[in-house]
């Protein structure tokens, strides 16, 4: 029943290697609905972000200048998803960006939506959070609560949330348990060591 409260969690990166963190976004899911819970912070990196992501999502160094650092938010990270079940559309990315500056961090479980969506929607021609929103009509809706486009962390953690809910909400209960399960990318990780 771990979909049944989950924290959506997006990032955005600065494009160096390993990347840092220049934006997150959090939406807390209850029972396939926003709770209302949400946070959002644009965050200094250590190192410049590349004029490449910039292209992608639009935040320059100017925007972040005045911006907490990474360590500066990790307790408000910590406290809402510390322990908890997370979504992301691929997911791993999620874990690593935020796990390498806050080792402390350890959801429950990680429901990647990528996984989700091949999974209950075979045979499309691709699996990216923007094709899967437009597929499904779900970016104008993600666009009409965030006011934002894609490559925001917001936009994104909003479209994921709508992707998250479209795809579990047609399946009964033991169908939801079964597939947020096998989208668990930890769940397998811990299986693999058994």
Do not use: C
């Amino acid at each position: 029943m771990m979909w049944e409260k989950a924290w959506v969690v997006d990032v955005e990166g600065n494009g160096a290697t390993p990347p840092e963190i220049v934006e997150i976004a959090l939406m807390e899911l209850v029972n396939l609905q926003p709770s209302g819970r949400a946070f959002h912070w644009l965050v200094k990196p250590e190192r410049p972000i590349s004029a490449a992501v910039t292209r992608i999502h639009g935040i320059t160094d100017d925007d972040v200048d005045d911006a907490p650092s990474i360590d500066d938010i990790a307790e408000d990270i910590v406290r809402w998803t510390d322990g908890r079940v997370i979504i992301g559309h691929n997911v791993r990315v999620e874990l690593d960006a935020i796990g390498r500056p806050i080792p402390e961090w350890k959801p429950s479980a990680a429901i990647d939506t990528l996984k989700l969506a091949r999974a209950l929607r075979p045979g499309l021609d691709s699996y990216s959070l923007e094709n899967l929103g437009a597929t499904l009509g779900l970016t104008a809706e993600a666009e009409r609560q965030t006011g934002l486009k894609q490559h925001s962390a917001q936009f994104d953690v909003a479209l994921t949330a709508l992707l998250f809910t479209t795809l579990l909400a047609p399946l009964d209960r033991e169908g939801r348990d079964f597939r947020s399960r096998e989208a668990d990318i930890l769940f397998k990780a811990q299986e693999s060591f058994l």
